[in-house]
């Protein structure tokens, strides 16, 4: 065995180590704990990494002599190279290497190991180990605010608060670490944070309160002061909302204080644009409203809104010539936006206010005419869960690709506009934050389901390759008991890849009964068919890790006194996150589905809402066009002209050009009468 290989399958160990004792997210620890699972918050990342190079060393798998300034810095480079590249599980794997172990003891003061330690909570967050990347960020934070790596490591925590939703787990953490007074960015990130928490948990005026304090040298400050003008808006203090929101709507982008922000300064200012002019809205200062609705630029996400509400604000001044273009504006430039069904019904409003009761009657019934199908097939998806499944998967994908384009609410102009009717439902489909945050956990879920089975099988052969007492032996060939536990995971595996075939197969057969391709009996016999296949395969796969699980408690243990209960103690917890992946993505799962029913019924409501109101629009238009020929036929009757009358009979009392006036008398130019009319 070559020298490196003891130390390739330490590193190894230690890495699978560390990722697998990150602490589970906040939604995970809230159920109930596994009875075999160690009590929360015993085995911190530190600890468990600490102990493994503790045996390593003692077995002499680790050379604490071989470390130097120079073999410290050549693998933070091949480490950074790696984060560079987008390997940021490989990143953490040669990053904890360096900064847990005993070889690079000696380096804690230089800067290279800080690098190593922030770099290290960096390839954590990518990876999505949010809880051991604040492990990681705390040690960074212990060094002090003098430290060259505090501030960004706080501002990485603050972060991930925000990201997590976890504003209070998080700050428990920042405050525990108590030390020296903090710099002025950075308590106003903490007061962002307690501002935060107020707001969510209803205490108001707590959260105005901790949000005041927020000065112009935190990058929360435009943050902080649109949650405190949405805190005056709920408690109706329309002035101090107002206030609030002009104050950052009106900072110029060249301004000294606006470079302490991030990327959320030009949203947020947007969103603060957008509120001023929902607040004069609100209060009936319509040319306010309009005025706050146009300074939103063109290039913002929020511009289909504006035009809208812009129009909407027009229509209840009776400037309806504005209002039409706004509408017509809207329509044309976002035609594929959430709202241009309520934007096609303003329309027919707008032309009924004008009395042009044709118009209006045409937008109506255009209206009617798209939306009917829309609503109809609404109706079958809100009943059919694969369908409403698929619906929000191709809702959730177009988000998230317009996202990245900016253009997260509706289509710039020149897209195409003829569309079938699936694209139209999901284009309406408005999606809930709430639900995207779940979509990212099912998809972090279903990647544990496939890849738990593999971990388990990897942390056996881990604990084979150091399970012999002599320094630089490694077993060789496999034993029986081994082998049966490889056919488990194998198995396991076999019956997960079944699943996900069978999910697809049901997809399919979803779409091509909503294409109306297949005939409804045969259909219902294949979903029939499908779902009995289906729990034929969670149930195999529910077996196939039971036999892994009496597998592994039949190898042999011969893993040094040392390393022995690291290795059972990991094993054993590898073993359990490969029963709970499943049930934690069933879990996820049953609540999507929940989420995704709500999202359906309440898009089918509105839907259905519009398309009730463009029916009662047309009939306004019909009766009103018959009552103005009811009013001229009584102007008729009465010998009164009305004033559309007047101009028809006017011109054609007009002289026409071959008409003689009168008799020629001697001689005129052409253009004598030139002008005349």
């Known amino acids: 065995m070559s020298p490196a290989a003891p130390r390739r399958a330490a590193l190894a160990t230690l890495a699978l180590a560390a990722l697998c004792a990150a602490p589970a997210p906040a939604s995970a620890q809230a159920d109930a704990p596994d009875e075999d699972a160690p009590a929360a918050g015993t085995v911190e990342v530190d600890d468990a990494l600490r102990a493994y190079f503790q ?130 960015s950075a308590a106003g990130e903490r007061a962002y944070l307690r501002g935060r928490i107020a707001y969510d948990a209803g205490q108001l005026d707590e959260a105005e309160a901790a949000l005041a304090g927020i000065t112009k040298k935190s990058r929360m400050y435009s943050s902080a002061l649109y949650l405190r003008g949405v805190i005056a808006a709920r408690q109706r203090k329309w002035r101090n909302a107002a206030t609030a929101m002009c104050e950052i709507a009106g900072t110029a982008d060249n301004d000294r204080f606006t470079f302490v922000v991030d990327e959320r300064y030009f949203t947020v200012k947007d969103l603060a644009r957008l509120g001023l002019g929902r607040l004069a809205h609100e209060q009936g200062e319509y040319d306010d409203a309009y005025y706050h609705y146009f300074q939103i630029p063109e290039d913002s996400t929020y511009l289909s809104e504006a035009l809208f509400e812009a129009a909407w604000s027009m229509y209840q001044k009776r400037e309806l010539g504005t209002a039409r273009d706004l509408v017509a504006e809207m329509l044309r430039a976002f035609p594929t936006a959430p709202m241009w069904p309520e934007a096609s ?155 996900e075939a069978v999910q697809r197969a049901r997809d399919q057969l979803a779409l091509a009964r909503s294409g109306k391709t297949v005939d409804a009996k045969d259909a219902e016999a294949e979903e029939r068919r499908l779902a009995e296949l289906a729990a034929q395969a969670r149930q195999g796969r529910a077996r196939a890790r039971r036999a892994a699980d009496e597998a592994a408690a039949a190898l042999p243990a011969g893993a040094t006194a040392g390393l022995r209960p690291l290795l059972e103690r990991d094993v054993a917890a590898a073993r359990r996150l490969d029963r709970a992946s499943g049930e934690l993505l069933d879990k996820l799962l049953a609540a999507s589905d929940e989420l995704s029913l709500r999202m359906v019924e309440r898009l089918y409501t509105d839907t259905r809402r519009v398309l009730d109101k463009a029916r009662l629009g047309k009939i306004d238009a019909v009766i009103g066009q018959k009552r103005k020929l009811d009013i001229e036929v009584q102007d008729l009757a009465s010998g009164r002209f009305p004033a559309e009358l007047i101009g028809r009979l006017w011109s054609a009392g007009d002289i026409g050009d071959d008409e003689e006036v009168w008799p020629l008398e001697g001689e005129y130019w052409a253009d004598e009468y030139e002008g005349y009319r």
């Not at 000696?106 to 190991?113: C, L, R």
């Not at 009917?372 to 097939?377: F, G, T």
């Not at 569309?419 to 284009?427: F, T």
């Open 55 to 184: 045996a390593l060393t003692a077995d002499k798998l680790v050379d604490i002599e071989s470390g130097s300034l120079t073999t410290l810095r050549r693998e933070l480079g091949t480490a950074e190279a790696l984060l560079r590249a987008g390997a940021a599980l490989d990143a953490a794997v040669a990053l904890f290497s360096i900064v847990e172990s005993p070889r690079y003891a000696a380096f804690g003061t230089f800067v290279e190991m800080h690098n190593a330690e922030y770099d290290l909570a960096l390839a954590l967050i990518k990876s999505g180990s949010y809880g051991a990347a604040m492990t990681a960020l705390e040690r960074v934070l212990r060094r002090g605010p003098a430290s060259a790596y505090w501030g960004p490591a706080h501002r990485r925590a603050v972060d991930l608060a925000l990201e997590t939703r976890d504003a209070a787990g998080v700050l428990a953490r920042l405050e525990a670490l108590g030390g020296e007074e903090l710099p002025v």
């Open 345 to 499: 019904l303003l329309a027919g409003y707008v032309e009924l206010a004008d009395c042009e009761f044709d118009a209006s009657q045409t937008w109506y019934d255009q209206l009617a005419a798209k939306l009917a199908p829309i609503v109809e097939e609404m109706d079958r998806v809100r009943k059919d869960p694969a369908a409403r499944r698929r619906l929000v998967s191709r809702a959730l994908t177009r988000w998230r690709e317009q996202k990245q384009l900016g253009t997260v609410d509706g289509t710039r102009e020149g897209a195409k506009t003829a569309r079938d009717l699936d694209e139209e439902l999901v284009a309406l489909l408005r999606l809930d934050p709430a639900f995207v945050r779940l979509a990212d956990a099912i998809s972090g879920a279903q990647r544990l389901v496939g890849e738990s089975a593999r971990g388990a099988q990897l942390w056996q052969g881990l604990a084979r390759q150091v399970q012999t007492a002599q320094v630089g032996k490694v077993a060789v060939g496999t034993t029986s008991e081994e082998d049966a536990l490889q056919d488990a995971h194998a198995v396991a595996q076999d019956y997960a890849r079944l699943e």
